[in-house]
């Protein structure tokens, strides 16, 4: 996001407007907002990739749709969007850990009740992983990739992934699924607003309203059901073709 | 070098829950306060804006509001022989960042401790003999008692306006309220939340079982409220969007909703944002606080001379500076020594959970502290004896939120993923309901906090290491409330249910609670607490140290009303007795 938000603007100009000492922001004598300001994300729009390579869409789209498929109770991973989703993740600040502490040492055996203790950011983690996952295909199913295999050496490839079986080379298969798990059923169910969860498919599956904001009507009719139809961020399905 | 800036009477570190309601008090009197917050400031109409607040990704996933490990971590290990690592991404627990703290984050599960919590180590050697007491505990009494600081409950919960049902009034036992309580000396200042279908459930079953139900005291509040300060909140709509969010609707009780629009207006305060304290300055013999030295967002540093210093920058970062500047004697567990850093504690959960045939829970109407509770297990409002564990829990059937990225259950056996299992998804959602415990947890001698030997802050200062794990005495007790919730949750009509356990050590990875506890303890001995019951260090007097890093050891409920009671009782210490005749207000 390229965009300068009203944020660093007011910070830049306190900046030049404070005199004497320098301080990071004082505040007194009142607040020091305006009302109705606050920093929506920018929708997702329809523009090229801006992480994935096209082999990688093929194969982030096959698994995406095993994983959440498309059937009778609507739309799967794929056609709501969950690549899109990633990609967009990947390529903004989430990609590349920002925020995160990334100081070593890291030790080779951390306990897992210490969690995250790898400095490969989620892109890394992708690009790797994905490539891993094609040497791997190329190599045990005669030449194809994930995508040309049928739904059911998918299904048994990432079930074999997920529990650590399918040794990939030179990446961990167990760490890649769990990466594209995650991300799958982030997409799948946040605001349409990131790109996934197109027309609200996920919220319509389950029977979340959105971001209605008001449920005491609910509250007071206990065990009934509940009709109308979810609201998300920018009020309606938030479409963004494929680019 | 830094520079030097004009003096102030008061500077406060951190303006979260704590540092707010004392900027606003001290400022009144007329003192010079300055307020150092290392976070950005926010507010309901600008941050937490209606239209953009309920977003799960970038609030309850990415976690958009929280302190960023980069700025401060901790590191984390489970006891004293292994290698601690930095907590690189937040998860057991999430500290909060910028004006208004954790208090703009928080659920608002707002409880006062019961009256025996305060006296537990003495109360539970009464009545069952020292046998009782675990292994390694250094379980200690509050230097205060309940009935001490019930006025100050009492000031916090108006300031809140939180909504609940009293269950002890002046010693009359309440119908519809918590019998076990304290007695409290008038009326919750808001009535109950209202309560959906699981909680009709819970409260019929529990009550059945001989339990006593209430509805769980809420800072998401029920109607209009205009505090004693004059800040006016509005009624909760219900749209579960509490715990990780800023409140859009004025309806959750935080600094920004109860203090800052009043704190603001007084002349005689300033906050500092995008700055932060890094060391509290101590005079050469160490026995006085000169004031504090911080870094501005340009890294430019200065320091802020000041006659009174209070940290408020959350228990866990309160005993960080407090290592970091030399106040008190680091805790050493092997000799069993010192007091910063010790008894540190935690909560630990357990419940379970049920699955209903044709339910409809709507779950996604619900608000951070709607719930209906049990205390019949808490403390020790049920009789140990046999059961080989000291505390208990609060007991709760309750929905927070039904946010579906982090909550879209599925029974037990169902695979994790393909058609089989998006159906289960489709038919579960609507049909869950749990019953939650929050579990006391003692503290240990092995349990502690200290500063890290390898890893180091941007600054290049040593990062707090924390040394837990839940010992014996809290897995038995999690494993029986559990087989208690189960009892309930199935006699509200569960045709499946699932007991949460305590399995294996206490990781970091998934969220249990931002319930943090102790560090910096209260105590009337100074070998075995950091501060006096005014929460005033023994070795540095004007200093005084607020927030949970006070408790001995955490009780079986949230700490955040407690943690405001303590904050008004340190106040009135302040304001009665210690601007008078600055000192130590208890001598050792
Ligand atoms: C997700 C979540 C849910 C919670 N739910 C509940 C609940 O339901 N019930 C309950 O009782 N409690 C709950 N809590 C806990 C509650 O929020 C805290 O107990 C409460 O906010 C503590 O108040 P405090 O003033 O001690 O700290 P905070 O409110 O966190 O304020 C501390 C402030 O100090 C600042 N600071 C820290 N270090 C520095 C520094 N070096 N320099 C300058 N500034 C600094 C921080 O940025 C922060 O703004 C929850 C917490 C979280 C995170």
């Known amino acids: 996001m390229n965009r300068t938000t009203r944020r660093q603007l007011l910070s830049a100009s306190a900046l030049v407007a404070l005199t004497g000492t320098a301080f990071g922001r004082s505040f007194r004598n009142g607040l020091p907002w305006s009302p109705n300001e606050a920093y929506p994300p920018?929708?997702?729009?329809?523009?090229?990739?801006?992480?994935?390579?096209?082999?990688?869409?093929?194969?982030?789209?096959?698994?995406?749709?095993?994983?959440?498929?498309?059937?009778?109770?609507?739309?799967?991973?794929?056609?709501?969007?969950?690549?899109?989703?990633?990609?967009?993740?990947?390529?903004?600040?989430?990609?590349?850990?920002?925020?995160?502490?990334?100081?070593?040492?890291?030790?080779?055996?951390?306990?897992?009740?210490?969690?995250?203790?790898?400095?490969?950011?989620?892109?890394?983690?992708?690009?790797?992983?994905?490539?891993?996952?094609?040497?791997?295909c190329k190599a045990t199913y005669a030449g194809r990739v994930f995508a040309s295999l049928s739904h059911e050496e998918q299904d048994a490839l990432l079930t074999a992934m997920e529990k650590g079986e399918a040794k990939l080379p030179g990446y961990d298969g167990r760490s890649l699924f769990a990466a594209i798990y995650a991300n799958t059923i982030e997409g799948y169910f946040a605001d349409p607003v990131y790109g996934g969860n197109r027309d609200m498919v996920g919220w319509k599956l389950v029977g979340f309203p959105g971001t209605r904001y008001d449920y005491r009507d609910v509250i007071d009719k206990p065990n009934q059901p509940y009709m109308l139809p979810p609201v998300a961020m920018q009020g309606r399905p938030a479409w963004g073709q494929l680019p | 070098m830094s520079r030097r800036l004009p003096r102030k009477a008061v500077v406060i570190v951190g303006l979260g829950w704590t540092g707010s309601i004392m900027a606003y008090e001290l400022a009144k009197t007329g003192l010079d306060v300055v307020a150092i917050e290392r976070g950005p400031w926010r507010d309901t109409a600008s941050d937490f804006n209606i239209g953009t607040a309920a977003d799960e990704l970038r609030y309850g996933i990415r976690?958009?509001?929280?302190?960023?490990?980069?700025?401060?971590?901790?590191?984390?290990?489970?006891?004293?022989?292994?290698?601690?690592?930095?907590?690189?991404?937040?998860?057991?627990?999430?500290?909060?960042?910028?004006?208004?703290?954790?208090?703009?984050?928080?659920?608002?599960?707002?409880?006062?401790?019961?009256?025996?919590?305060?006296?537990?180590?003495?109360?539970?050697?009464?009545?069952?003999?020292?046998?009782?007491?675990?292994?390694?505990?250094?379980?200690?009494?509050?230097?205060?008692?309940?009935?001490?600081?019930?006025?100050?409950?009492d000031r916090f919960e108006y300031?809140?306006?939180?909504?609940?049902?009293?269950?002890?009034?002046?010693?009359?036992?309440?119908?519809?309220?918590?019998?076990?309580?304290?007695?409290?000396?008038?009326?919750?200042?808001?009535?109950?939340?209202?309560?959906?279908?699981?909680?009709?459930?819970?409260?019929?079953?529990?009550?059945?079982?001989?339990l006593h139900p209430f509805p769980r005291p809420s800072a998401n509040i029920s109607t209009a409220y205009t505090n004693p300060y004059g800040c006016s909140m509005a009624p909760c709509t219900y749209c579960g969007f509490c715990e990780r969010f800023g409140c859009a609707n004025y309806s959750k009780s935080t600094p920004q909703t109860c203090v800052l629009p009043v704190l603001m207006r007084e002349p005689t305060f300033e906050a500092r944002t995008e700055c932060e304290v890094t060391k509290v300055n101590l005079s050469a013999d160490g026995k006085r606080a000169t004031g504090v030295t911080y870094v501005d967002r340009n890294g430019e540093e200065w320091e802020q001379p000041a006659d009174l210093v209070l940290l408020c920058a959350y228990g866990l970062f309160n005993v960080r500076m407090m290592l970091l500047s030399g106040i008190g004697k680091p805790y050493d567990p092997n000799r069993n020594e010192g007091v910063v850093g010790r008894n540190y504690a935690y909560q630990c959960g357990g419940g379970a959970t049920g699955y209903f045939e044709d339910a409809k829970f709507n779950p996604f109407a619900a608000a951070g502290s709607l719930g209906a509770a049990a205390d019949d297990y808490n403390s020790d409002n049920f009789d140990h004896g046999g059961l080989g564990f000291v505390g208990g829990g609060s007991m709760t059937c309750a929905y927070t939120n039904g946010r579906p990225i982090a909550y879209h259950p599925v029974p037990p056996g169902t695979p994790n993923w393909g058609s089989k299992w998006k159906r289960a998804v489709r038919d579960t959602y609507q049909r869950v309901a749990n019953v939650g415990v929050q579990g006391s947890v003692m503290s240990y001698r092995g349990c502690y906090l200290d500063l890290d030997p390898t890893y180091k802050d941007p600054l290049g200062r040593p990062l707090m290491r924390m040394t837990f794990d839940y010992q014996d005495n809290e897995r038995k007790m999690s494993a029986w409330m559990s087989e208690r919730s189960n009892e309930v949750v199935k006699a509200m009509g569960a045709k499946q249910t699932q007991m949460s356990r305590l399995n294996g050590p206490w990781s970091v990875v998934p969220y249990q609670t931002t319930h943090n506890t102790g560090g910096a303890v209260m105590g009337s001995n100074p070998k075995t607490s950091a501060v006096n019951r005014y929460l005033q260090s023994w070795d540095v007097p004007n200093v005084f140290v607020m927030g949970a890093s006070a408790f001995p050891q955490n009780a079986g409920y949230n700490p955040t009303g407690t943690v405001g009671a303590l904050t008004y009782w340190a106040l009135d210490a302040i304001v009665g007795q210690y601007l008078k005749n600055p000192g130590a207000l208890v001598q050792a």
């Open chain 2, 63 to 153: 976690l958009d509001l929280f302190l960023r490990t980069k700025q401060e971590t901790i590191t984390a290990r489970n006891n004293m022989s292994q290698t601690a690592l930095p907590i690189r991404r937040w998860g057991a627990f999430l500290p909060g960042n910028g004006v208004g703290g954790a208090g703009v984050h928080w659920n608002g599960q707002t409880w006062r401790f019961l009256p025996d919590d305060f006296r537990i180590r003495s109360h539970m050697i009464e009545r069952y003999g020292e046998k009782i007491m675990p292994a390694d505990n250094t379980i200690q009494d509050w230097p205060v008692s309940y009935d001490e600081l019930e006025s100050s409950y």
């Open chain 2, 159 to 210: 300031l809140a306006g939180i909504s609940g049902k009293a269950g002890n009034l002046r010693g009359q036992i309440q119908p519809g309220g918590n019998p076990f309580e304290g007695a409290r000396m008038r009326e919750f200042p808001t009535p109950p939340l209202k309560q959906g279908y699981a909680q009709d459930l819970f409260t019929k079953a529990a009550a059945e079982k001989g």
């Open chain 1, 42 to 136: 920018s929708p997702i729009t329809p523009r090229a990739w801006q992480f994935f390579s096209p082999d990688e869409v093929a194969a982030v789209d096959a698994i995406v749709d095993r994983l959440i498929p498309s059937d009778d109770l609507g739309a799967g991973g794929r056609e709501a969007g969950c690549t899109v989703f990633i990609d967009r993740q990947l390529a903004g600040p989430y990609g590349v850990h920002d925020g995160l502490y990334m100081d070593g040492p890291f030790p080779p055996n951390p306990l897992p009740s210490q969690g995250l203790q790898s400095p490969v950011t989620p892109r890394q983690q992708y690009r790797q992983g994905l490539a891993a996952l094609s040497a791997y």
